[in-house]
């Protein structure tokens, strides 16, 4: 199917287009890219521009550049513009204004893509929907999904996120969404910002694109609801608060943690809610409630979102759970594996520790006889000069006194490290290259390890050493 013509991407851009073409897709990198794609040479760490001849090779439709690259002809498929980044702008808001797509947007300091993909996995239920396969939520990112977007999708689901005080508004405004949806505020890019009320007013301003009779739907429970609930009140009359109080309007009255899932019960102002979501942790169920939300102000049908709801499996490094198999001949040497390594700050990875913490363990098995719970963590990164501080004090929390050993990484880690009782202390490594190497000597047989720290820190080098002790067996 035709998503960009030569004619309308000129339109949208105010750029001149070499030749006729159409594309079928918008790629940014060749080494993703499929035939029929609008290559996008964007200049980050290197200049797209180097890479149009590569991509018109693989079969690219045409290239958006602000000149014409060497090596490539005058009369190749080229969309010309002065600024190639205000170019996909331009084409993200001709494909927002094109549609009659609802589209939500969602931003949070945790759990802004797995709600995200939850969404996804509801609303595709009721109707066509779009959203970025990855994490694309920066100034890249939501300009790439939205330019991706088909015209007739039914809905959009678009990730918004923020290192920076300042980013997510002009996002936001780019996306126009119906419903804006902020999971949490919690210490993250503390580096960036003074505060966490700071960090509140920033997520919060994802309300300031909401479209005329929008809905900002919010966590009422957390300590800085009171400025969520003020901005967004500044842009729409329509609020929907979710959370554990009496205050929410929709409210989780009991959320039961299972090894592998969780089981929520609440109301939407009088009516029951129930569902269920296959993972593991309370924050899992509080985002379920988000998305049931989202739902209501949608219109949609609560009983089909909840029976989706429990459709959904959290992806690789977002806390997928797996069965490392460590001898094919004993079906009880085993261990489980927590794969929550793509992101990680203080309010992440307590609730990772507390799931950690309630998982079940098999004893009599192994070298060592008795199951343990195990974390491997990685720095948490961008929490300025309290990062010491935050990651020292993870040792005190209820759920790391549960805990049998912690294995550290990173310059950060050495302070939660050196902060934890010798009894739970494990390796404490420089990268994750050296904990990986570790991982065989760490671990056995009816073990539960999660693996967890900020992507940068690369701890999928572990999942991966953990993965390999045996045949893994994924289960959502």
């Known amino acids: 199917m035709t998503l960009w013509t030569s004619s309308e991407a000129a339109k949208a851009t105010g750029g001149t287009s070499t030749r006729d073409w159409s594309a079928t897709g918008v790629s940014i990198d060749t080494r993703s890219l499929d035939p029929g794609d609008l290559f996008v040479a964007l200049t980050a760490a290197r200049d797209g521009h180097d890479f149009v001849a590569q991509a018109l090779e693989k079969g690219a439709a045409a290239a958006l550049v602000s000149r014409v690259p060497e090596g490539v002809a005058t009369d ?35 759990g802004k893509t797995s709600t995200k993909d939850m969404l996804r996995t509801v609303l595709s239920a009721q109707g066509a929907t779009h959203a970025a396969e990855a994490s694309y939520n920066n100034h890249w990112g939501v300009p790439l999904t939205l330019a991706r977007m088909p015209k007739d999708s039914d809905f959009a689901v678009i990730e918004i996120g923020m290192n920076h005080p300042g980013e997510i508004a002009p996002l936001s405004r780019m996306a126009r969404p119906d419903v804006a949806l902020l999971t949490t505020v919690a210490p993250a890019h503390l580096e960036a910002f003074e505060s966490i009320e700071g960090i509140a007013h920033e997520k919060a301003s994802i309300f300031e694109g909401l479209q005329p009779d929008g ?62 979501v296959h993972a593991a942790g309370k924050h899992f169920g509080l985002n379920g409630m988000g998305v049931v939300a989202v739902a209501s102000a949608l219109g949609l049908n609560r009983a089909l979102v909840t029976n989706d709801i429990g459709r959904w499996h959290p992806g690789a490094g977002r806390g997928a759970h797996a069965t490392v198999t460590l001898d094919s001949s004993d079906p009880d040497a085993t261990l489980a594996l927590i794969d929550d390594a793509y992101n990680a700050n203080p309010a992440s990875v307590a609730a990772s520790l507390v799931v950690l913490a309630a998982a079940p363990v098999q004893d009599d098995t192994g070298r060592v006889r008795r199951g343990r719970r195990i974390a491997v963590l990685g720095d948490m990164k961008e929490l300025g000069p309290t990062g010491p501080e935050l990651h020292a ?25 050196e902060a934890l009782p010798e009894a739970k202390r494990g390796f404490w490594c420089e990268t994750a290259a050296e904990m990986a190497d570790r991982m065989p000597r760490a671990l056995d047989a009816g ?26 067996d994924a289960e959502g």
């Open 393 to 417: 004090a993870l040792a005190d929390l209820e759920a790391t006194g549960s805990l049998d050993r912690v294995h550290c990484v990173g310059p950060l880690m050495r302070h939660l490290h």
């Open 215 to 276: 809905t900002a739907v919010f966590n009422g429970d957390v300590a800085t609801s009171d400025i969520l609930r003020d901005v967004a009140s500044r842009y729409t009359e329509n609020l929907i608060s979710f959370g554990e109080s009496d205050e929410c309007d929709l409210q989780a009255t009991s959320i039961i943690t299972h090894d592998d899932r969780v089981v929520v019960t609440g109301r939407a102002g009088t009516d029951p809610v129930l569902f269920k």
């Open 447 to 472: 073990d539960v390890v999660v693996v967890k720290g900020s992507l940068s820190m690369g701890l999928s080098r572990v999942v991966d050493a953990i993965r390999n002790l045996g045949e893994s």
């Open 76 to 110: 190749a498929p080229l969309l010309i513009v002065d600024d190639v980044q205000t170019g996909l702008d331009a084409l993200a808001r001709a494909a927002r204004a094109r549609t009659g797509a609802k589209v939500v947007g969602v931003t949070g300091s945790v």
